[in-house]
């Protein structure tokens, strides 16, 4: 899997948009370290914690997309990784609303912060999204169109209830391990009793359509940038 993993990266096709992702990633890290040495606070440090995090599910997509021909033989295997995959993706889009805690603070300008923040919450959708287009092909290429469509809908829907779970009720992915227990009672109670919680509704609403408009965008010019370069080649 390594070797078929290191050959995709490096494939013509695919080179470009990695390099460009790695600067922007880098970029974001180096923007926080810079915000720390200047003011010596910790203050927003954490986005990179968040931003490994939306790594994850981008890293497991490049995978499985990559080794594809063989996964598609070892049923079992796609099934663990592409539930790996969907258990960290809300993790991406998540870091758009670390934006909540953009204020003033002393030490350091107003934009330099609006910057920071604009920059992970960026890279966490982009992660997202390009990590969904790699499964979404997959699952299309296996059952279809139309499922391919209907696969990233439902994904996004659940990742918009995802991000809720993790801003508003502090859950993170590991804790279907660690606490498996409550977080079912807690989406349970959610789904049993809707309309109870108005918030849950309004969050993962909105963050769906936001979302799937957000993903329509990048697939279609990401399809359109593909073409040219077919026709150009």
């Not at 290191?6 to 890290?29: C, D, P, R, V």
């Not at 923040?117 to 979404?136: D, E, K, M, P, T």
């Not at 979302?211 to 370069?229: E, M």
Request: contains cysteine; positive net charge; glycine residues 6%.
């Amino acid at each position: 899997m390594i070797k078929k993993t290191i050959q995709h990266l490096l494939a013509k096709e695919y080179f470009k948009l990695y390099l460009i992702l790695a600067i922007s990633l880098w970029m974001s890290i180096g923007l926080s370290f810079f915000r720390m040495g200047l003011t010596s606070s910790k203050t927003f440090f954490f986005l990179n914690w968040n931003l490994f995090l939306a790594f994850l599910p981008f890293a497991l997509s490049v995978l499985m997309f990559a080794n594809k021909e063989r996964l598609y033989q070892q049923r079992l295997v796609l099934l663990a990784l592409g539930c790996l995959w969907l258990l960290f993706f809300p993790n991406a889009p998540y870091i758009a609303t670390d934006l909540l805690h953009l204020r003033q603070r002393p030490m350091i300008p107003y934009w330099y912060d609006v910057l920071l923040l604009l920059s992970f919450a960026w890279n966490g959708l982009l992660l997202g999204f390009l990590s969904l287009i790699y499964i979404q092909k997959m699952v299309t290429e296996q059952w279809g169109t139309k499922i391919g469509w209907g696969f990233s809908a439902i994904a996004l829907v659940l990742c918009s209830f995802g991000i809720y779970l993790g801003r508003y009720l502090r859950w993170n992915s590991w804790d279907i391990l660690s606490d498996p227990l409550g977080l079912a009672q807690d989406i349970a109670d959610r789904f049993l009793h809707p309309f109870a919680h108005p918030r849950t509704i309004g969050v993962t609403l909105f963050f769906s359509v936001f979302l799937i408009v957000g993903y329509l965008t990048l697939y279609v010019l990401s399809n359109s940038s593909i073409q040219r370069q077919k026709i150009e080649d």
